[in-house]
Structures are given as C-alpha cells and as structure tokens.
C-alpha cells in the first residue's frame, strides 16, 4: 500500500471525525406513567422538520441534531402527545431528556347499539314456534324464495294443516271459511267478499312480506270472534333507501294453454285487467218504451240493432298463465329524530281455464 494512499484514508477519518464533532446528541428514555415501565417504538419528532426517530425496546432514543434551538414532540398511539420548547444542542455535547407519558384519560359517552331480530329467515320462525305458547306453524320470506311462491296463497299451501280453496281463501285444519281470521301485523283486516270471513290471500305479493303465522289455538290476545285459525300477515318493515322490485311468472298446463279450441268472446278493451269498459252497459235507456212486434213500428228495429248482434262464443288460442308484481318502498327523515316511510306494493294475474267436452244450459222437455 502506498504512502499517498494511506495518507487519503487518515485525512478521511479525520475529517469525519470533525464533522460529527460539528452535531451534537439528544438521548433519552421514554417511560409509560400508568405501568412505570418504558415504552417501546414510540415517537420522537423534531417539530417543524422530518427529523425523528423510535425509541427502542428499552425505551431507549438518539437523535443527531445540527447545533441550535428546538422544539421536540413525543408520541404514541393511545397516549398523550407532548412537546418541549427550547431544547439546546450544542456542538459535540449530549443533551439528556427523559419522558414521560401517560394513557389518554378521555372517556367515550354513551354508545347504544341498536339492532333489529332478522324475521324473514326458517331460523327466525322455528324460534317464533319454539317461543309461542300456541299451536303455531308458519312459514318465512326465505321458504317462500325456495319453493318460488309469487303471492300468498300459493306459499302457505304448503303449511302443515292448511289449506287453499279457490286459489286464494285460506282454511285451517279443514275448517270452513267461517272459522278462519286474517290479520295484517296482528290487526283484523276485513276481506274483500261480504260473503267470505278472510280476505283473498292471493292479493299479497311474497316480496313484501316477512313471515306468515298460521294459529291454531286460542288465547287471550287473539280476537275474541277466534274460532278456529288465525292468519297473521307480517309485512317487512319500511326500508332505509329507496327499493323497487319487480316480479314476472308463468305457468303452463298441456292441458289448459295454447288449446287452440278455447271458448271466448269479444269483450270489452279493459277485460284484461278485470273491469268493464261501458260495453255491456244497456245501449237503451230503462224507461225506453218498446214497441210490440205486432205494432210494426220501425222503431223497434232501430232499437233491436243497438244491441250486439254477436250471440255466439268464439274459439281462440289460450295463453299461459301469468302474474305480475311490483314493489316500492322508501323513508323520509321528517326532523326531531322522525321518519316517515311508505311500503308499496300492486299485482296482476291472469289465467286460462279448459275443460274439455263441457257442456253448461243443457235442458230437456218432458213428455
């Protein structure tokens, strides 16, 4: 090694040697007040630059600082953040500085949890069977997805000891329709037919619906008139944001769709959604006076052709059966901590019925 070179690395060394004498050294321990311990991976921060370091597991630090005045922040998550002004460095000394830091004492308020128990899932019912002291069946908005139920009465069919008359009125343990009730969330809804004492199951959409429960048994909060079932509907509850849905079935039966000898006739333009447009209104008025045809008053020809001439059915091509259903619901926030919301909900069905060799008005004249 020549003496040049050896002379490079001393002068090196040296020089060094100068510039760290130029820093001076801030070291220290950090100390957690509530355990008296140190306090390890904690925060030293020269404020003001992105100098700064950790304490280590001893809750040891180091900082090398340029000579002059600083102001120096000490932090950890969970603690207490503190700052001293007027820390000194001078050149080639150590500056000692212990701290100590003690947890944040702010106390959370009150925090209350609300939640709602889920009450269209099979969990939800059994635990609604095994908790009521009647005889309870019932089924949920989640046994209505698996067997595909668009509308009530076709979903509780299935319910032990019920059973659906007509499509749409619903009988308990195979008691007539007097012995059978129908609420709507626990309160008496009257049905549609003076006749009949439930309302038409077929009205309500599955997809607006929790739970049904079908009672069985009496007790004191059941309606008095409880005779022999009760019919709970238990609808879902507003929804938080805006929600539509909508719902298409169809059924099909080789024996009753698209025969093309299906009987109808020509009806009025609403007949499709079940009410008359005026066509079958009287086209005379009920105190016309109407000529005998003895009278040979053409009038009674003026008034003869008012009237449809068509008196024969027609034979068409039945469709499939088809049920529509469409949903919406929504809240609003009204102020004071209230809300107001709506639940929606309209449906369609049609459907196509064929008897072969029917024969109806069928009158013989005796001897």
Same mark, same amino acid.
């Not at 009672?215 to 938080?240: E, H, Q, R, W």
């Given at each position: 090694?020549?003496?040049?070179?050896?002379?490079?690395?001393?002068?090196?060394?040296?020089?060094?040697?100068?510039?760290?004498?130029?820093?001076?050294?801030?070291?220290g321990t950090l100390i957690d007040t509530e355990f008296n311990d140190v306090l390890p991976f904690a925060n030293?921060?020269?404020?003001g630059t992105s100098i700064g370091t950790t304490s280590d597991f001893e809750g040891k630090y180091t900082l090398?600082l340029d000579p002059g005045v600083y102001t120096v922040q000490f932090s950890f998550v969970g603690y207490e953040?503190?700052?001293?002004?007027?820390?000194?460095?001078?050149?080639?000394?150590?500056?000692?500085?212990?701290?100590?830091?003690?947890?944040?004492?702010?106390?959370?308020?009150?925090?209350?949890?609300?939640?709602?128990?889920?009450?269209?899932?099979?969990?939800?019912?059994?635990?609604?069977?095994?908790?009521?002291?009647?005889?309870?069946?019932?089924?949920?908005?989640?046994?209505?997805?698996?067997?595909?139920?668009?509308?009530?009465?076709?979903?509780?069919?299935?319910?032990?000891?019920?059973?659906?008359?007509?499509?749409?009125?619903?009988?308990?343990?195979?008691?007539?329709?007097?012995?059978?009730?129908?609420?709507?969330?626990?309160?008496?809804?009257?049905?549609?037919?003076?006749?009949?004492?439930?309302?038409? #199951?077929? @009205?309500?959409? /599955?997809?607006?619906?929790?739970?049904?429960?079908?009672?069985?048994?009496?007790?004191?909060? *059941?309606? !008095?008139?409880?005779?022999?079932?009760?019919?709970?509907?238990?609808?879902?509850?507003?929804?938080?944001?805006?929600?539509?849905?909508?719902?298409?079935?169809?059924?099909?039966?080789?024996?009753?769709?698209?025969?093309?000898?299906?009987?109808?006739?020509?009806?009025?333009?609403?007949?499709?959604?079940?009410?008359?447009?005026?066509?079958?209104?009287?086209?005379?008025?009920?105190?016309?006076?109407?000529?005998?045809?003895?009278?040979?008053?053409?009038?009674?020809?003026?008034?003869?052709?008012?009237?449809?001439?068509?008196?024969?059915?027609?034979?068409?091509?039945?469709?499939?059966? #088809?049920? @529509?259903?469409? /949903?919406?619901?929504?809240?609003?926030?009204?102020?004071?901590?209230?809300?107001?919301?709506? *639940?929606? !909900?309209?449906?369609?069905?049609?459907?196509?019925?064929?008897?072969?060799?029917?024969?109806?008005?069928?009158?013989?004249?005796?001897?």
């Amino acid at each position: 090694m020549s003496n040049k070179f050896i002379l490079f690395i001393i002068m090196v060394v040296l020089t060094s040697k100068v510039m760290m004498a130029q820093k001076g050294e801030m070291v220290g321990t950090l100390i957690d007040t509530e355990f008296n311990d140190v306090l390890p991976f904690a925060n030293v921060l020269v404020k003001g630059t992105s100098i700064g370091t950790t304490s280590d597991f001893e809750g040891k630090y180091t900082l090398s600082l340029d000579p002059g005045v600083y102001t120096v922040q000490f932090s950890f998550v969970g603690y207490e953040t503190k700052e001293v002004t007027n820390v000194t460095i001078k050149a080639g000394e150590v500056f000692e500085l212990d701290m100590h830091l003690s947890p944040l004492s702010n106390e959370l308020e009150e925090v209350v949890v609300k939640a709602q128990t889920a009450k269209n899932t099979e969990a939800s019912m059994l635990n609604v069977q095994r908790k009521s002291v009647n005889l309870l069946d019932g089924m949920s908005a989640q046994s209505f997805k698996k067997i595909g139920a668009s509308d009530l009465a076709s979903a509780v069919k299935s319910v032990p000891g019920v059973s659906v008359v007509g499509g749409k009125y619903v009988y308990v343990r195979g008691l007539g329709d007097r012995y059978t009730k129908s609420t709507l969330n626990g309160i008496d809804i009257p049905g549609l037919d003076p006749d009949r004492n439930t309302i038409q #199951m077929d @009205l309500f959409p /599955t997809n607006i619906i929790d739970n049904t429960q079908i009672i069985k048994s009496s007790t004191a909060n *059941l309606p !008095a008139d409880f005779t022999g079932g009760v019919v709970n509907i238990v609808t879902k509850d507003f929804p938080n944001k805006k929600e539509f849905s909508i719902g298409v079935s169809g059924t099909y039966n080789p024996d009753m769709h698209f025969n093309s000898n299906f009987l109808s006739y020509k009806g009025s333009s609403t007949d499709l959604f079940g009410f008359d447009d005026g066509k079958r209104n009287l086209p005379i008025h009920r105190n016309q006076y109407i000529p005998t045809p003895s009278d040979n008053n053409p009038l009674l020809t003026t008034l003869t052709q008012q009237f449809n001439p068509e008196m024969q059915a027609k034979t068409e091509n039945s469709m499939m059966d #088809m049920s @529509l259903n469409f /949903t919406a619901g929504n809240q609003y926030d009204i102020g004071d901590d209230k809300r107001i919301g709506y *639940l929606a !909900a309209a449906s369609y069905k049609n459907k196509y019925i064929f008897y072969e060799n029917y024969q109806t008005g069928i009158y013989r004249r005796s001897a």
